[in-house]
């Protein structure tokens, strides 16, 4: 099930029951007369998470005055196009866990994550046709397009120890903001809000998509296994230039640096203990949660249009919770 402590207003889900719509229609867009697709597209997609992405979606159109179905088709999709990233880059980063469970490369094969994650990607393109609007399309295909562009801007980066803070932002903004932009940005489309109101949805999503990686990135080097769903130190294993580790080679002392350029280089977790512990002597943590929050009051800012109510008071908490977070 979702987790929708995130995503409240004064401690209510206030989309619970569109959700609840949204999952029902997941279910019945994942089917397929081929049994391993509807075996891996059930077990990402029921493993849970935050499904923050398909509840901008409901959030956004809510505040608008949106309440036709449509919404919950494309908050399904939005989900399906993230689902289908999941799947395709637990292979490039062949990680183990996701989600607190073994990822789906891990039990089904590389080869089947890859084509379930391509038939995701299609089927999400099938439904979008059906919403019967080229503006949900050229939102929506574009970010595809941007996400993919991101992807490859990361492995371009992988192991290299001189990436700077620029590129990294660019990769985060390009690979992670885009679909939260998208999915903000859609609630306004759907509810014909004016383009200067879809703007600032965008630039929300855009803003609350880089301060939720940014905070990712930190709890890498000071998350709990357990809370996280993921193995800690899986970025470092990967070999990425994350803020947190580019901020203390910036402020460490010459064998610091040293030490970090070699883990990014080789991809090195033996010496997790002692790296977490630079990255936190030097402050690069708190930096980085700095830099999320300001991402976080940029985003707040984009909502002043918005018309008062349950929903923007939801997005506005949503600012919050998704900075001062553990997992």
Known sequence: MPD??????????????????????????????VTLIDQIGSYIVGAGGKRIRPRLVLLFARALGHEGSARFELAAIVEFIHTATL??????????????????????????????????????????????????????????????????????????PDTSVDDYLRVIRYKTAKLFEASAQLGAVIAKAPADLEDACADFGRSLGTAFQLVDDLLDYEGDPSQLGKNVGDDLREGKPTLPLLMAMARGTPEERALLRRAIVNGEIERLRDIASIVRRTGALDATRDAARAEARKAQACLSKLPSGPAKDALLELCVRSVDRSS
Do not use: K
């Not at 995503?7 to 397929?32: C, F, H, K, P, Y």
């Not at 980063?93 to 469970?101: A, I, L, T």
């Not at 038939?119 to 999400?124: G, K, N, Q, V």
């Open 87 to 160: 799947l395709h880059d637990d292979v490039v980063d062949e990680s183990s866990m996701r989600r607190g469970r073994p990822t789906a490369n891990a039990l089904f094969g590389n080869a089947a994550s890859v084509l379930v994650g391509d038939f995701l990607y299609s089927r999400a393109f099938q439904m979008m046709v059906s919403i019967g609007s080229m503006r949900v399309l050229e939102v929506l295909a574009n970010a595809t397009n941007v996400i993919a562009e991101g992807e490859v801007l990361q492995l371009i980066n992988m192991h290299d």
């Open 4 to 33: 929708s402590s995130i995503v409240q207003s004064n401690g209510v889900d206030l989309v619970a029951a569109d959700m609840t719509e949204v999952d029902r229609v997941i279910r019945q867009r994942l089917s397929s007369d």
